[in-house]
């Protein structure tokens, strides 16, 4: 291989086997696993919603909106609609 597609795989495997080292200390630490989870977590959420306004979905992160919206699929459920009705004769 080429210098350079050595240097690649050298990184990308000493990353991987870092973040394997840091998975196998958390299953042993809950502050491992705390540090971890702020570590990867705060930078995509801080992604998210800096992003948001400008993709334009704003219900994404409305919790309002959802639990509107499961509580229209519950009902959704329970109604029949178009069932024939009973008739006494």
Do not use: H
């Given at each position: 291989?080429?210098?350079?597609?050595?240097?690649?795989?050298?990184?990308?495997?000493?990353?991987?086997?870092?973040?394997?080292?840091?998975?196998?200390?958390?299953?042993?630490s809950?502050?491992?696993?705390?540090?971890?989870?702020?570590?990867?977590?705060?930078?995509?959420?801080?992604?998210?919603?800096?992003?948001?306004?400008?993709?334009?979905?704003?219900?994404?992160?409305?919790?309002?909106?959802?639990?509107?919206?499961?509580?229209?699929?519950?009902?959704?459920?329970?109604?029949?609609?178009?069932?024939?009705?009973?008739?006494?004769?």
């Amino acid at each position: 291989m080429n210098r350079v597609g050595d240097w690649l795989l050298r990184r990308w495997l000493e990353a991987r086997f870092r973040f394997s080292l840091r998975l196998r200390e958390c299953r042993a630490s809950l502050s491992f696993a705390l540090i971890l989870l702020l570590r990867l977590g705060l930078p995509v959420t801080a992604f998210f919603v800096a992003f948001n306004p400008i993709w334009g979905f704003s219900w994404y992160f409305n919790t309002e909106s959802w639990a509107t919206g499961i509580y229209q699929k519950l009902t959704e459920l329970r109604l029949i609609t178009g069932a024939p009705t009973c008739s006494m004769r």
